[in-house]
């Protein structure tokens, strides 16, 4: 069993709702039928609300027999309390860019070079590269640079022809995806010119604040994507100015 944003039509909801989370005590209510044990996957623990959280707690103060819960969690310092005392912590580390890059060339037709910027962007995950990959990240990352080395000057046609890409069903992906690789290139400026002694970066450090989190704000709150997406190319003017 897994809970997930994702609901049964495919379509990704802003949290996990309690009523997902009380099914878990009926699936571990029963006995495997083929199996040693039965399974279930929470994807990510993050996205639980409140009385979700309180729902899966039961579950763990009262292990069932033959059941094992698996909860992801990107920030597991944000989980409850109550919830990390009762988990044993496995830490998956990423893998070498070179493995991940290697894995993504079996899967895919792509060029080292293509491949090994694909490993970067996912930080080691090989399904993220490969989801990546399939989504065009390397054409937004590509997008995402061209609007760096443009700034603070824009070219409105390069930025007509990205927000038309943040219309219909596959939109919000291909808007978080360019936040993503812009925030992402931002938070390597910042950290270059820190190298080099260069200031001030107060700027550059709230632009990569703002992008980072717009995404999430836009999807929580159903705002305008074309109008985010003129808003961080505000900000990012304003820091290359700054």
Request: hydrophobic content about 45%; some cysteine.
């Amino acid at each position: 069993m897994v809970l997930e944003r994702f609901g049964d039509d495919g379509k990704p909801r802003k949290v996990i709702p309690v009523d997902d989370a009380r099914r878990l005590a009926e699936f571990f209510s029963k006995s495997p039928a083929i199996a040693p044990h039965r399974v279930a996957i929470v994807d990510a623990a993050d996205d639980l609300n409140n009385n979700a959280a309180n729902a899966i707690l039961k579950t763990l103060e009262e292990p069932p027999p033959k059941g094992i819960l698996l909860m992801v969690s990107h920030a597991p310092g944000r989980l409850a309390a109550t919830i990390r005392s009762r988990c044993r912590r496995l830490v998956f580390r990423p893998l070498e860019d070179a493995v991940t890059a290697s894995f993504v060339q079996s899967r895919r037709d792509l060029n080292q070079l293509d491949a090994l910027r694909l490993a970067r962007m996912a930080q080691g995950a090989p399904g993220r590269a490969l989801t990546l990959a399939a989504s065009g990240a390397l054409a937004m990352d590509d997008a995402a640079r061209e609007l760096l080395l443009q700034a603070p000057q824009f070219d409105e046609t390069l930025a007509l022809t990205l927000s038309d890409r943040f219309k219909g069903g596959d939109g919000m992906l291909q808007f978080s995806l360019l936040l993503e690789r812009i925030s992402e290139q931002v938070h390597e400026l910042v950290l270059n010119r820190v190298g080099e002694g260069a200031h001030p970066l107060d700027r550059w450090a709230q632009a990569w604040e703002t992008l980072k989190g717009m995404p999430r704000e836009v999807e929580a709150l159903n705002l305008d994507r074309v109008d985010a997406f003129y808003t961080a190319l505000t900000e990012l003017r304003e820091a290359a100015r700054a």
